[in-house]
């Protein structure tokens, strides 16, 4: 199974959970909350998400360094400021919440385990993965950054 060590664009396993998620939210029954309650909720969420994504790259670029999730390696700088201070992932995470938001739109406790899925999958097969390139590249610096940032949040 480490054969789907970065082989699948992160944003794309996101995307494929999304009709995942709505075919599962059929199975149990809905959430009773009003549409208006779930679209503001779910608007909040995925701004967050979208602007964790978005001060991710930003700052992937300030450094200029490769934001490409399928070669870790080809990293140029580590960046650890900004909304990396907050977490080593901040792409992902706004990759959750956009699932979050979803979850929270289709109305579905069962919908839920796509964010789940989501966390397990990268767990496994890309921050992982990545983590050993870093480590490779930035050594102990690396390593004490690990030591004060949470990979999620």
Do not use: C
């Not at 029954?29 to 503001?40: F, M």
């Not at 080809?74 to 992902?92: D, E, F, K």
């Not at 964010?115 to 390139?133: H, L, S, T, W």
């Amino acid at each position: 199974m480490l054969s789907l060590k970065h082989r699948v664009p992160p944003p794309l396993v996101a995307l494929a959970l999304l009709p995942a998620m709505w075919l599962l939210s059929g199975v149990l029954p809905t959430v009773d909350a009003a549409l208006p309650v779930r679209l503001g909720l779910a608007a909040g969420t995925v701004l967050a998400g979208l602007g964790f994504s978005l001060a991710g790259v930003l700052a992937f670029r300030r450094a200029s360094t490769t934001v490409n999730p399928l070669h870790p390696e080809r990293a140029a700088a580590l960046v650890t400021t900004g909304v990396y201070r907050i977490t080593r992932n901040p792409m992902y995470v706004g990759m959750v919440l956009v699932l979050l938001a979803w979850a929270v739109l289709l109305a579905s406790p069962v919908a839920l385990a796509g964010p789940v899925v989501f966390i397990a999958y990268m767990n496994r097969f890309q921050i992982g993965p990545e983590e050993q390139a870093l480590g490779a590249l930035f050594g102990p610096e690396y390593a004490a950054y690990r030591s004060r940032v949470r990979r999620w949040i």
